[in-house]
């Protein structure tokens, strides 16, 4: 059975760290590009960071730039979501996901991430259990 459970949410005043992280079941990272996303209250789920499978190209959205990190360990069969300098506007519940990379040509014979969607669904599902973090004094 394909699943993927995260953990590691919690309390934070703000400016402290948390560290996320999503253990896969029934498939192998290594293979997927991976993301993660959040819902704050009232709002629908954003992309927060994704990260392709075949490089280092990864994806985050401007509101973490510089203060999250994605990362995985392919031996764990584990993704992580590194959170610094955290924000009360950061308190969501926190999703990891197979994620689908949006694709842009730098106009060097490169590409950058543009974005990322989960891919939820036949293998998927829905959005897991999540994780939640709270960002207050």
């Known amino acids: 059975q394909v699943q993927l459970v995260e953990s590691g949410g919690g309390l934070v005043q703000p400016g402290g760290s948390l560290r996320l992280s999503c253990e896969a079941f029934g498939f192998e990272l290594r293979y997927h590009h991976i993301g993660w996303f959040r819902r704050a209250p009232g709002k629908v789920h954003e992309a927060v960071a994704c990260?392709?499978?075949?490089?280092?190209?990864?994806y985050y959205s401007e509101s973490v730039k510089g203060r999250f990190t994605i990362a995985r360990d392919n031996a764990k069969n584990t993704m992580f979501l590194q959170m610094n300098a955290l924000k009360p506007d950061d308190t969501a519940d926190y999703y990891c996901?197979?994620?689908?990379?949006?694709?842009?040509?730098?106009?060097?014979?490169?590409?950058?991430?543009?974005?990322?969607?989960?891919?939820?669904?036949?293998?998927?599902?829905?959005w897991g259990q999540g994780t939640h973090v709270t960002v207050s004094s």
């Open positions: 996901a197979d994620a689908t990379l949006g694709l842009r040509s730098d106009g060097e014979g490169g590409y950058y991430v543009e974005g990322c969607s989960p891919n939820l669904g036949p293998r998927f599902g829905s």
């Open positions: 990260s392709s499978n075949k490089d280092d190209k990864s």
